[in-house]
T-cell receptor, first 113, second 112 residues
Framework: KAGVTQTPRYLIKTRGQQVTLSCSPI?????VSWYQQTPGQGLQFLFE???????NKGNFPGRFSGRQFSNSRSEMNVSTLELGDSALYLC????????????FGPGTRLTVL | GNSVTQMEGPVTLSEEAFLTINCTYT??????LFWYVQYPGEGLQLLLK?????DKGSNKGFEATYRKETTSFHLEKGSVQVSDSAVYFC???????????FGAGTRLTVKP
């Protein structure tokens, strides 16, 4: 079974731009979560989607949004980028909302200049 | 709220040394506990988990026991290898809300 895939792997943007990151979960997994990883703040939960609905949301501003499609693929969008948004964005999937074992993708490294 | 505290790194050991990375947690309810490992340039990989008190998770020579009385889930390995060099994250998730919280991570370097 293929693992969680994320595209692109690396991205460079400038302040004020917006960006969309993509995540394809493991086949059959219906829950997708997003995390931001930075040296200063560590791993922080952004949001979780299940069956195209957002189930949980972390403490991030409204510039961070996401969605999930009927095939369970997910995208996250960050608008009006700030320097502090530079981070590794990790996606994780799991078979169901109740299952608590997550499988992580390799991440997208976003650099904001 | 729920949180995880793990020992600060970096930790540097010689090959075949004994490893302990401490992890303690604060949680309401009954969380499941995890250790994840992150190799350079990669995402997180689940190393082991425990879902209830006194459970012992083990994998690849690593072990951790869910201790409710001390709210701890310390990671141990009897003999580390150079290939164990990575960042290790302790994490918890409450079983009633799927809100996963991670520790700050501990960087381990094993020298030959």
């Amino acid at each position: 079974k293929a693992g969680v895939t994320q595209t692109p792997r690396y991205l460079i943007k400038t302040r004020g731009q917006q960006v969309t990151l993509s995540c394809s979960p493991i086949s059959g997994h219906r829950s997708v979560s997003w995390y931001q990883q930075t040296p200063g703040q560590g791993l922080q939960f952004l949001f979780e989607y299940f069956s195209e609905t957002q189930r949980n949301k972390g403490n991030f501003p409204g510039r961070f949004s996401g969605r999930q499609f009927s095939n369970s693929r997910s995208e996250m969008n960050v608008s009006t980028l700030e320097l502090g948004d530079s981070a590794l964005y990790l996606c994780a999937s799991k078979p169901s909302a109740e299952n608590n074992e997550q499988f992580f993708g390799p991440g997208t490294r976003l650099t904001v200049l | 709220g729920n949180s995880v505290t793990q020992m600060e790194g970096p930790v540097t050991l010689s090959e075949e040394a004994f490893l302990t990375i401490n992890c303690t947690y604060t949680a309401t309810g009954y969380p499941s506990l995890f250790w994840y490992v992150q190799y350079p340039g990669e995402g997180l990989q689940l190393l082991l988990k425990a879902t209830k008190a006194d459970d012992k998770g083990s994998n690849k020579g690593f072990e951790a026991t869910y201790r409710k009385e001390t709210t701890s889930f310390h990671l141990e390995k009897g003999s580390v290898q150079v290939s164990d060099s990575a960042v290790y994250f302790c994490a918890l998730v409450r079983n009633d809300n799927n809100d996963m919280r991670f520790g700050a991570g501990t960087r381990l370097t094993v020298k030959p």
